[in-house]
C-alpha cells in the first residue's frame, strides 16, 4: 500500500503541461459605474486579502482521487513563503515522510523517501495537467494554502447573481470568452468556489473552499479541494495551521540523500 501511494502521488506530481495563464492585476471594464465600483471593490479586497501573510506552515489530511479508482489518503505537512516558495511531505501513518515535493520560485523538486528517486523540473514547466488533467501550479498551491486567489488577466468583469447562492464574478478576455469564475457567498465576503478556464472557455479546474478559520488576523483554509470535471482531483483537510514562521530559502531546495 505504501509503494501505492509513492506511485500514485509521484505521478500525480510530477506532470507537466503547457498552459501558459499569466497573472497580472488589471482594472475591469464595465459600462455601468455602479457595476464598476463594486466588482472592483470585490476584487481589490480578494487580492488584498491576507497580503501580509508572508510565511505559513500547516499539518493535515490529503485525499487523492481518480475516476473510477479507489481514492487514496495520507498525512500532509507543508510550510510556504509568498509569493512562490512552498515545500510538502507526504506522510505514512507513523508520520515519517514517503515523499517530499519542493519548489524555490524556480525549480520543482521531488524526492521519495522510500528509494532515494530524485528530479527537478523548471517551476514554469511543473504542474498536475497530464497525471490527473488539472493544470494547477505550485503558484496557486501557495496562494490556496495562505488563504489567497489569483486573478488572471482579465479585460472585462462583471457580477451577477448565482442561481444557487450568493454572487458570481465573471472576468472575461478582450474576446468575450470567460477566463475565470469566482463564487462569492450571500454577503460577498468570502470566496466559496473557484473555475479556471482556458482560451476556448474549457473548464480547466475548480476550487471548492469548504471552510475557513482565523489564525491571529488571517483568514485561512480548514479544508479545501482541486478537482477537474473529470473525476480528478484532491482534497486538504487541516489539522493546524500556523502564521508568521520562520523559514530559510534552503528548506525549499531538495536534493537527494
Known amino acids: 500500500m505504501k509503494h501505492a501511494i509513492i506511485l500514485f502521488i509521484a505521478v500525480f506530481f510530477s506532470a507537466c503541461s503547457s498552459f ?5 492585476e ?41 475516476e473510477d479508482k479507489k481514492s487514496i489518503t495520507s498525512g500532509i505537512a507543508w510550510v510556504g513563503s509568498n509569493p512562490d516558495m512552498i515545500r510538502i511531505a507526504i506522510l505514512n501513518i507513523s508520520g515519517q515522510p514517503l515523499l517530499s515535493l519542493a519548489d524555490d520560485g524556480q525549480w520543482f523538486y521531488f524526492l521519495s ?4 528517486s530524485f528530479y527537478k523540473k523548471r517551476s514554469s514547466y511543473s504542474n498536475l495537467k497530464k497525471a490527473i488533467k ?19 488577466e482579465y479585460h472585462t468583469a462583471d457580477i451577477i447573481r448565482n442561481k444557487k447562492q450568493g454572487y458570481v464574478i465573471v472576468l472575461k478576455k ?36 469548504d471552510n475557513l478559520q482565523k489564525i491571529n488576523k488571517y483568514h485561512v483554509p480548514l479544508k479545501l479541494s482541486v478537482s477537474s470535471n473529470n473525476g480528478n482531483g484532491f482534497k486538504i483537510d487541516v489539522h493546524k495551521y500556523w502564521t508568521d514562521v520562520s523559514v530559510n530559502p534552503s528548506m525549499f531546495v531538495l536534493a537527494p540523500q
Open 20 to 24: 501558459t495563464g499569466r497573472i497580472v
Open 134 to 152: 488539472i493544470p494547477i501550479k505550485p503558484v496557486e498551491i501557495v496562494s490556496l494554502l495562505a488563504g489567497r486567489i489569483l486573478l488572471y
Open 26 to 66: 488589471e482594472p475591469p471594464e464595465l459600462l455601468d459605474p455602479a457595476a464598476i465600483i463594486e466588482v472592483n471593490n470585490l476584487l481589490s479586497t480578494i487580492r488584498l486579502k491576507n497580503r501580509n501573510l508572508k510565511t505559513f506552515k500547516g499539518i493535515g489530511k490529503i485525499t487523492f482521487w481518480e
Open 174 to 209: 478582450r474576446n468575450g470568452n470567460v477566463i475565470q469564475k469566482i463564487y462569492l457567498n450571500e454577503d460577498k465576503k468570502d470566496v466559496k468556489k473557484v473555475e479556471l478556464f482556458d482560451a476556448n472557455e474549457k473548464l480547466l479546474y475548480f476550487v471548492v473552499i
Open 113 to 116: 523517501h522510500t528509494d532515494n
